[in-house]
């Protein structure tokens, strides 16, 4: 099975981004996922008003996730799919704390809740895959690590099917959080493929690729991954994200 799938950041909707908020932004957001033609969009900072408008503009995917708040309060990590090529088998979404069971908890220092969103998909080939998306802290390193921890074992308790980890992860490539997630196996689409110095993915509606990347998409050992690039365009005249979306193909 190959599939493409992007790591999103949507920024979420404030109004003092003048120019740059979201109602401006919609649909340069959704024309940036259609023309990836990924089959699987991982998101963050959407709340569910502004997934409810993106997902308007882009009828051939549906959507799942809940809000790190609980049910539709608070950010999602919500994942976007084509449905007419995966079916969901199973989801959820747990949260990166002490209790994890309980979404809306904060542990480690953490300046807000963090939560990760999974979905078991089944392809129109009958091959299974699993997708977990997060959007670990901005603030804390130990929440970061801690979360990287939590979601490494939640991956490594499902056995058998091939797994994929996206994200904003709010760290840059030499820290401990992602070397934490290189040992467990997973492997790190930039440094798997041609693309070894990707720049910034964080830009702050400047765009520019001077720094480091802090959005990542991972793969299994089993994956290969055939390509991986961040997506600076622009589209309807402005910059669909203060993130740019990271697209990698894989083969399953």
């Known amino acids: 099975m190959e599939i493409a799938v992007m790591s999103f950041n949507l920024r979420i909707h404030v109004a003092e981004d003048g120019e740059n908020a ?60 084509k449905k007419s090529m995966l079916k969901p088998v199973e989801s959820g979404t747990f949260g990166l704390s002490e209790r994890p069971e309980q979404l809306g908890f904060k542990s480690w220092n953490t300046g807000c809740p963090r939560i990760c969103t999974w979905v078991k998909f089944q392809h129109t080939d009958g091959e299974e895959c699993l997708i977990f998306n997060t959007h670990l802290d901005h603030i804390s390193e130990e929440a970061r690590n801690r979360g990287a921890m939590l979601i490494r074992d939640r991956m490594d308790a499902v056995t058998g099917t091939a ?78 994200s203060d993130h740019y979306p990271v697209i990698a193909t894989l083969q399953i």
């Open 163 to 240: 797994a994929i980890l996206t994200g904003d992860f709010n760290c840059e490539p030499e820290s401990r959080t992602v070397e934490i997630l290189n040992q467990a196996g997973l492997h790190q689409t930039y440094s798997s493929h041609k693309e070894t110095k990707p720049g910034c993915t964080y830009h702050g509606f400047a765009g520019g690729d001077e720094g480091e990347p802090i959005d990542y998409i991972f793969a299994a050992p089993q994956i290969q991954i055939l390509s991986a690039h961040v997506d600076k365009s622009k589209y309807e005249g402005r910059y669909p």
């Open 22 to 81: 979201w109602p401006n932004r919609i649909e340069a957001a959704a024309k940036a996922i259609l023309s990836s033609e990924a089959a699987v969009i991982c998101t963050q900072e959407g709340s569910l008003p502004m997934l409810q408008s993106l997902a308007s503009l882009l009828p051939d995917y549906e959507w799942t996730g809940e809000g790190r708040e609980g049910g539709e309060q608070g950010e999602f990590c919500a994942i976007f799919y």
